[in-house]
């Protein structure tokens, strides 16, 4: 097929579109990122990248932590809304209707309408151009209890995630099929005591 080539721009897509919660100095704040990833598996560690505009950027240098909250569907209306809006002159909690839980490592507020939250502090700022990039170790994993089965596995199949595609928001999953598909002999059955890996090692 016939591609056309077009000057340097961002097109990696689809990327999440994450809420990321901070407090410093007594305020609390929400912005959705979507140049975000994770970056390292052992230790966990994650990137969101900011405009040093953003209040958000103030707030995360300050405090030198975040939240990482992943949305659902159904508060796509307020991550667009905390992507649009900044918390200098809006209290985005209120008007998107979203509710603070405490955090366990961090003071950052948790938001309890998504059902993965992150927790994080910063090791490092690397000031790409555009974007700051901030590099931060996990600190603590909050998973909503409903997504986890009799057999401890997390459904987050079941959760009906949000992520950004080029202009746009989409909602996660149609599962297709399960990592190691490509290459899983038929109906064979994992070695006793031997439990399979839910993801691939990255
Ligand atoms: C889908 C989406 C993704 C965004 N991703 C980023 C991002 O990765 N980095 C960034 O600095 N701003 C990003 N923005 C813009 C900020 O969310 C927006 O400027 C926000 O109002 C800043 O809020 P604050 O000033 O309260 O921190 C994004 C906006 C949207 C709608």
Request: glycine fraction near 6%; charged fraction near 30%.
């Amino acid at each position: 097929m016939p591609k056309t080539t077009w000057k340097p721009g961002t097109m990696l897509y689809p990327v999440p579109a994450v809420l990321v919660t901070s407090r410093f100095e007594g305020k609390d704040n929400i912005i959705t990122v979507s140049w975000a990833g994770t970056v390292c598996t052992e230790p966990p560690m994650l990137s969101i990248s900011l405009r040093p505009e953003r209040l958000s950027y103030t707030m995360i240098r300050g405090s030198g932590e975040f939240v990482v909250n992943l949305p659902v569907e159904k508060i796509a209306r307020a991550v667009d809304f905390c992507g649009v809006k900044s918390g200098r002159d809006t209290d985005k909690f209120a008007a998107g209707r979203l509710t603070k839980a405490r955090a366990h490592k961090v003071a950052a507020p948790l938001i309890a309408e998504c059902p993965v939250s992150i927790e994080c502090r910063v090791s490092r700022v690397i000031e790409l151009g555009s974007h700051h990039m901030f590099i931060a170790d996990v600190l603590a994993v909050n998973v909503e209890e409903r997504l986890i089965d009799k057999r401890g596995r997390l459904r987050l199949e079941d959760a009906r995630l949000l992520c950004y595609s080029h202009g746009q928001y989409f909602s996660v999953y149609r599962p297709l099929e399960k990592f190691g598909f490509s290459v899983r002999r038929k109906k064979r059955a994992a070695p006793s005591g031997r439990k399979r890996r839910e993801e691939p090692r990255k």
